[in-house]
């Protein structure tokens, strides 16, 4: 199991940006990717984004593409940001950070075993 802790969220306006940051505590020499999701109440947990262990792949769900950037502290690469840009109400969420052991890619949601406790974004109209 992976510990991950969320923070950066917020409350911002429509068209603002906001920086999530998602640090991973794990077992020495483990690998895994890592995602955020989001959920609002009453939905079902949504794919975001995920990265590879090396950063060297990623995947967006299309809804946030060219909005949204995930990446990795290539210094310490048990950290992973998604960086969110134009935002609107519609992404207003609990964002959380999941980790996976699996290496099959793209990864699916089931593969995500370790999830962190969420953080919340609102964005103002």
């Known amino acids: 199991q992976v510990q991950l802790v969320e923070s950066g969220g917020g409350l911002v306006q429509a068209g603002d940006s906001l920086r999530l940051s998602c640090a991973g505590s794990?077992?020495?020499?483990?690998?895994?990717?890592m995602a955020w999701f989001r959920q609002t109440p009453g939905k079902e947990r949504e794919f975001i984004a995920a990265i590879t262990w090396t950063g060297d792949r990623t995947s967006y769900v299309d809804s946030v593409k060219g909005r949204f950037t995930i990446s990795k502290d290539m210094a310490n690469k048990n950290t992973a940001y998604l960086q969110m840009n134009s935002l609107t109400p519609e992404d207003a969420a609990v964002y959380y950070c999941?980790?996976?052991?699996?290496?099959?890619?793209?990864?699916?949601?089931?593969?995500?075993?370790?999830w962190g406790q969420g953080t919340q974004v609102t964005v103002s109209s």
């Open positions: 999941a980790a996976t052991f699996r290496g099959s890619w793209p990864p699916r949601r089931s593969d995500f075993s370790s």
């Open positions: 794990a077992p020495p020499h483990s690998s895994y990717a």
